[in-house]
């Protein structure tokens, strides 16, 4: 597949599933829906936070800026570190839903697949500019 096209799909995954987080979140946030488990409410508001941050990103990433790598890395690390968080809580306490450590896993990988499609993307250019000798 084209290495534009896998980085617009990849970028456009980032902006989709970050709006779906914020749309969701912020109902549970305002009182609009009350899901059937329990409610962390830090993890809520980073949730909302961090769709904002992925939108951003996935901007970044479809309009090809250098900095979209170093986004694309701090939100997977981000998520990453949170899921080994509440993935403790959660076989510590119960105080976290599995629904919620099924959702930031789901959020580790999906990230994780867009930084592969940038990393990827990016070597490629770096390795075509370096056979054909431009700087």
Do not use: C, D
């Not at 992925?54 to 694309?72: D, F, Q, Y």
């Not at 959660?90 to 105080?95: D, F, G």
């Amino acid at each position: 597949m084209n290495k534009i096209i896998s980085k617009k799909i990849a970028a456009s995954i980032a902006v989709i599933f970050s709006l779906l987080t914020i749309v969701e979140g912020s109902q549970v946030l305002l009182g609009m829906t009350q899901p059937a488990y329990i409610v962390l409410t830090p993890l809520l508001i980073y949730n909302v936070f961090m769709g904002f941050v992925g939108i951003m990103t996935g901007v970044a990433l479809w309009m090809n800026h250098k900095k979209a790598v170093i986004l694309i890395k701090i939100v997977a690390g981000a998520h990453f570190v949170v899921l080994l968080t509440i993935g403790v809580i959660y076989l510590a306490t119960v105080a976290v839903a599995i629904q919620s450590v099924q959702a930031m896993s789901l959020r580790v990988v999906i990230w994780l697949i867009i930084a592969l499609v940038a990393w990827r993307t990016n070597n490629a250019n770096k390795s075509k500019y370096k056979t054909t000798g431009i700087v």
